[in-house]
């Protein structure tokens, strides 16, 4: 998550509210991914959790929403979370919260030392604000903006598997510390690439990475500990290496859904010169 020093950045706080260097891999076609009938359309596309074909990844992506993500019932029930906890760093420890709202709002405070970090998105704008008041929020550069909103969504990029812009295949079977995994690659438009790595029995996230194709920079977030609300998994453990060295640790105290959060919550103060 994000800038109490130059390695921190916003993308990876984010990420690791939920839930490998790009190479040429041998996995299904893109093809594979299919719905279970007719041909897909726009209510397809805004289906979180669709009827899919029965191919290898059909049935990987189906057992994941059912058994990881808690089916679309319970994913239906949930329109909001907040979540407490302390983020370490390489310069200290921090009280960490975090606030969002279906689809792609959020808001996040960093406070310790007598300082406050606030990282926001309102499905418009990305800004930030280095000491915690109204006076100096301002909207993030474009690259800090890109990387936040890229895992500003609730949930993660395997839901709408319809949606334009994005590709999902199989890639393989692989090991993660002492665990099998269901390697699935999400490749997007926005010039990120997303490795999920999916326990075969439990079908929780064990890891997920992501590569911006354009920078070369990769965030690996490794899940432990996890607990659910309304069904939904939340690991409150997240270790977040970028290009192999560890960023930080998060550790979540408390998760709560459904707070009635408005989307005027999320959006960037007036200054006094607004």
Request: hydrophobic share 35%.
């Amino acid at each position: 998550m994000l800038l109490f020093d130059s390695k921190f950045s916003g993308a990876s706080l984010v990420a690791l509210l939920f839930c490998v260097a790009a190479s040429s891999a041998s996995g299904d076609s893109a093809e594979e991914l299919r719905p279970a009938s007719g041909s897909v359309d726009l209510s397809l596309r805004e289906d979180p959790m669709p009827e899919l074909a029965p191919t290898r990844l059909g049935k990987i992506l189906q057992r994941y929403y059912r058994e990881g993500l808690g089916g679309p019932e319970n994913w239906g029930r949930v329109e909001s979370l907040r979540a407490t906890g302390t983020l370490e760093v390489e310069t200290g420890e921090f009280d960490f919260s975090a606030w969002q709202k279906k689809p792609d709002l959020i808001k996040m405070t960093l406070s310790g030392n007598q300082r406050e970090l606030v990282l926001a998105y309102d499905g418009d704008t990305a800004w930030k604000s280095l000491s915690g008041s109204t006076a100096d929020a301002k909207p993030m550069d474009a690259e800090e903006a890109r990387r936040f909103i890229h895992s500003s969504r609730f949930g993660n990029h395997l839901l709408y598997p319809f949606e334009e812009g994005k590709t999902i295949r199989y890639l393989d079977t692989v090991p993660v510390d002492g665990s099998i995994c269901h390697q699935i690659r999400v490749e997007l438009d926005t010039g990120y690439q997303v490795d999920y790595f999916l326990d075969i029995r439990s079908y929780l996230e064990l890891k997920v990475v992501n590569t911006d194709l354009r920078t070369e920079l990769v965030s690996s977030l490794t899940y432990k500990d996890y607990t659910r609300e309304v069904g939904m998994p939340i690991a409150k453990h997240v270790r977040t290496e970028e290009n192999g060295e560890w960023v930080s640790t998060l550790t979540l105290d408390e998760v709560k859904v459904n707070q009635g959060l408005m989307p005027w919550m999320f959006g960037m103060p007036a200054t006094d010169e607004d």
